[in-house]
Nanobody, 123 residues
Framework: QVQLVESGGGLVQAGDSLRLSCAAS????????MGWFRQAPGKEREFVAA????????NYADSVKGRFTISRDNSQNTVYLQMNSLKPEDTAIYYC????????????????WGQGTQVTVSS
């Protein structure tokens, strides 16, 4: 199994930045892709960004492209989500997830999930 723990959420104002972290432990050698997803109140969980464990590929949702950057530090088994120019519509619980089979943006294909970290952006 893989255990994932997110951190770094908080309350910020529109235009501010935050960096989320996701620390992985357990069978990290099995991870192919790490993804960030988010779920706003009353909405379905949606894809935000993904990165292969070796960092060779990344992908972003259109809504965050140019503002968010996903990266990883293999020495720390940690994936980051740098979020700049935050907007009120970015308010959500942010989850990281791992997939062992393919590079994907599909929520249903991820194997393990963290508990999430709340990001609130005030206007």
């Amino acid at each position: 199994q893989v255990q994932l723990v997110e951190s770094g959420g908080g309350l910020v104002q529109a235009g501010d930045s935050l960096r989320l972290s996701c620390a992985a432990s357990g069978r990290t050698w099995s991870i192919l892709t790490m993804g960030w997803f988010r779920q706003a109140p009353g909405k379905e969980r949606e894809f935000v960004a993904a990165i292969t464990w070796n960092g060779a590929r990344t992908n972003y949702a259109d809504s965050v492209k140019g503002r968010f950057t996903i990266s990883r530090d293999n020495s720390q088994n940690t994936v980051y989500l740098q979020m700049n120019s935050l907007k009120p519509e970015d308010t959500a619980i942010y989850y990281c997830a791992s997939d062992s089979r393919r590079f994907t943006t599909r929520l249903s294909e991820y194997d393990y999930w963290g508990q999430g970290t709340q990001v609130t952006v005030s206007s």
